[in-house]
């Protein structure tokens, strides 16, 4: 996923300058982040209300993911980033290579009710090094003032005698496949299970097959919205937050499907030797409680890590969207979904990206 196109979507000097000439200080931690909207907010749902809470300062810095600039640091023994907002597949990396710290989940906030973090956190978003901040997924979408009574399923996005029309997919197997495989009445908990068989990946692709001849292929972030807006698709796979953001701030009729959608995390690590270990363990724990990753919502269609955090969530920043059933995380957006298994892309991406090719040039 093209994360940097995905998230840098605004300038960020209100981040940065939340510590110009504090960074240095030795109170000061360097919080690395994507950049664009995600940083954004991130600074008004973290950085800020712990800047009042502690009196400390926060320097923002971008990056374009990966873990290489961690271990160049940890290596070389120059640890400059005290904390570090990373992919899933990159945190547990990170985490096997030694070059993150351990977190101890017990020492993480309750939820208000006094729910322990690790009953409170959505399962699979704590891990032995990192903490999930939000959960965000790949659906499928139709522009509504372009389709009456319009799909509801998985399987209606392979229909295309109930709706006609060319169909929008990311030029990449990982997705694609999960949801073929969906559309062919694979139960969500089943889909890795079959996939990982010969049959499966047949099946997965046969039912490509059904559509590939009305297939447009995107590979950025911001393609599948223009591709709806143009009328060139009918509907397009796309990443949740572009098309939020298409309707929220371009006020574009398009509708997410969430059935079907499969989800993935970003979390926080805190490299090993960060030079302030505990204020930034400190921020690790005031950005992942409740109310912090309930107020993120409110800038960015995300999803909050904790469960207690959903009923929480209200309007988008300006008051003009009701932020809840944005959230991949909403109880009613989670009855058809799918965690993207990193371990089994990890396995399996250069045989199946191989067939893939084939398959296209077919």
Not at 205 to 223: C, P, R, Y
Request: aromatic letters at 10%; one cysteine or more; proline letters at 6%.
């Amino acid at each position: 996923m093209t994360r940097t196109n995905l998230l840098a979507t605004a300038a960020l000097g209100l981040a940065l300058g939340l510590s110009a000439g504090a960074a240095q200080a030795s109170d000061s931690i360097t919080v690395v982040s994507w950049g664009g909207a995600y940083t954004k907010s991130q600074v008004e749902a973290y950085h800020k209300p712990w800047i009042a809470k502690t009196g400390n300062q926060i320097k923002s810095e971008d990056y374009n993911g990966g873990i290489a600039e961690i271990k160049a640091q940890v290596e070389a023994g120059n640890v400059t980033w005290d904390i570090v907002d990373v992919e899933l597949s990159d945190a547990v990396r990170a985490c096997d290579e030694g070059l993150v710290e351990p977190i101890d989940h017990s020492t993480l906030p309750a939820a208000p009710d006094g729910t322990p973090a690790t009953d409170d956190f959505i399962e699979g978003t704590l891990h032995e090094c990192a903490v999930a901040n939000i959960v965000w997924s790949t659906v499928f979408a139709y522009d509504s003032s372009k389709i009456e009574n319009g799909p509801k399923t998985i399987a209606d996005f392979f229909d295309k005698e109930k709706f006609p029309g060319k169909r929008g997919l990311r030029k990449n197997p990982k997705a694609n496949l999960e949801m073929a495989l969906m559309a062919d009445g694979v139960a969500p908990d089943q889909v890795y299970e079959v996939l990982g068989t010969p049959e499966g990946v047949d099946r997965a692709f046969a039912k490509l097959d059904t559509i590939k001849d009305s297939v447009v292929w995107w590979e950025a972030g911001a393609q599948p919205p223009q591709l709806l807006a143009d009328g060139e698709v009918a509907m397009t796979t796309a990443y949740n937050g572009r098309i939020f953001n298409a309707v929220a701030a371009e006020k574009k009729p398009f509708n997410i499907v969430w059935d079907g959608q499969i989800w993935d995390l970003d979390l926080w690590v805190i490299p090993k030797g960060a030079p302030n270990k505990e204020a930034a363990m400190d921020f690790l724990k005031f950005s992942t409680d409740t109310q912090r990753l309930a107020d993120q919502a409110s800038w960015i269609a995300y999803g909050p890590a904790r469960k207690s955090s959903a009923p929480l969530v209200g309007k988008y920043h300006d008051g003009t969207i009701d932020m809840g059933p944005q959230m991949p995380t909403a109880p009613e957006n989670l009855t058809k979904a799918l965690q993207n298994d990193f371990e089994f892309w990890a396995d399996r991406q250069d045989e199946l990206n191989e067939r893939f090719n084939a398959w296209l040039a077919g």
